[in-house]
């Protein structure tokens, strides 16, 4: 089983749809559940992270971690074309020793 | 303006050549980190290091070497470069905390 599981899409959606990605996991030791955002040609940029269960709001962005289930997801609402890019789960344990990736999901926003 | 600087941001490299990817940042952090990317298997990490003078191996080591000399500086070599080295290559570094991390533009690779 891997460590990380997330749907590579593509996702294709209108502008101003809700969107939900997700991820689930298999390390129980993973404490922070962190999204990155990674443009075409460019390096990932962390776009949220959570500690813990529980949810976290940023503007159009809300980050979910349901540990029981070891799932997490991140919705935007009110999607732009500009959030087309590629939506990377991270994970990371309390030792910050390194970050475990999903593969990511490639995102469209359509005008 | 603080951050990483890869260099060079492309390369088509014939197989059973020696290539040094560079990688240099000015945060004065201690940790700094190489990872490929590729399609369909997300980002792996190769080998890093958590400060100067030491170093340790990730995820898919092989064939790969680093050092680190100094704080700044954390440079992946390719000793024998072989087809299944094509990738994408993105160094990082990490201040305080899980949002300190900070990626590069990334490195395209392509053996040939």
């Known amino acids: 089983q891997k460590e990380v599981e997330q749907d590579p899409g593509p996702l294709s959606v209108p502008e101003g749809a809700i969107v939900s990605l997700n991820c689930t996991y298999s390390n129980s030791a993973f404490q922070y559940f962190m999204w990155y955002r990674q443009y075409s040609r460019k390096g990932p940029e962390l776009l949220m992270y959570?500690?813990?269960?529980g949810n976290k709001e940023d503007g159009r962005f809300t980050a979910q971690v349901d540990k029981s289930s070891k799932y997490i997801s991140l919705f935007i609402r009110d999607s732009q074309p500009s959030d087309s890019a590629t939506y990377l789960c991270?994970?990371?344990?309390?030792?910050?020793?390194?970050?475990?990736f999903g593969t990511g999901t490639r995102l469209l926003v359509s005008p | 303006i603080a951050g990483i600087t890869q260099a060079p941001t492309s390369q088509i490299l014939a197989a059973g050549r020696r290539m040094t990817l560079r990688c240099t940042q000015d945060m004065r952090h201690n940790a700094m980190y190489w990872y490929r990317q590729d399609l369909g298997l997300g980002l792996r990490l190769i080998h890093y290091?958590?400060?100067?003078?030491?170093?340790g191996k990730g995820e898919v080591p092989d064939g790969y070497s680093v050092s680190r000399a100094n704080t700044d500086d954390f440079p992946l070599t390719l000793a024998s470069a072989v087809p299944s080295q094509t990738s994408v290559y993105f160094c990082a570094s990490r201040g305080q905390g899980v949002d300190g991390y900070t990626f590069g533009s990334g490195t395209r690779l392509t053996v040939v």
């Open positions: 959570t500690y813990s269960s």
């Open positions: 290091s958590n400060t100067a003078g030491t170093t």
């Open positions: 991270a994970f990371m344990n309390t030792g910050f020793q390194k970050l475990v």
